[in-house]
């Protein structure tokens, strides 16, 4: 089940943004990815993904693992709520491979990038060829 709106704010616990810069951290210098699922845009499990492709440019969730986390999603009643990905040298943006590869239009895109050495992460909604900011709150 994915949502159909985009969301007025994506609500993480402080938790799942933690266990986001993990993976993200430990990924580095590849780029890591996973889905977060929630209820109400509100979060309740962070699935972190294997990049396929082992690349500091580009990621391909692990089709095996992707499809096993959304069907579990689904089998609790959860909504796909986001895909995270992180651009460890790049944009705090969508890329243009981003926008042009969007699986889950309806899911947030949170991209995490390393501004001075320091992770931070931005929401965002791709539709149509563009990207429109979406506030994330942590509590």
Not at 104 to 126: C, L, M, Q, V
Request: one cysteine or more.
């Amino acid at each position: 089940m994915v949502p159909v709106t985009p969301a007025p704010v994506l609500r993480l616990s402080p938790e799942h943004l933690q266990q986001m810069l993990k993976e993200v951290s430990n990924q580095y210098p590849e780029e890591a990815c996973g889905l977060v699922a929630g209820l109400g845009w509100e979060s309740k499990q962070v699935y972190p993904v294997e990049n396929k492709l082992h690349s500091s440019v580009r990621f391909l969730m692990e089709p095996e693992q992707q499809v096993r986390f959304i069907l579990e999603i689904e089998a609790k009643g959860w909504d796909l709520l986001a895909i995270y990905h992180s651009h460890p040298n790049g944009p705090d943006t969508p890329s243009a491979t981003d926008i042009a590869e969007i699986a889950f239009p309806d899911a947030i895109t949170i991209i995490w990038s390393r501004a001075g050495g320091e992770w931070k992460y931005r929401g965002f909604n791709i539709q149509d060829g563009n990207f429109y900011d979406i506030p994330i709150a942590v509590d």
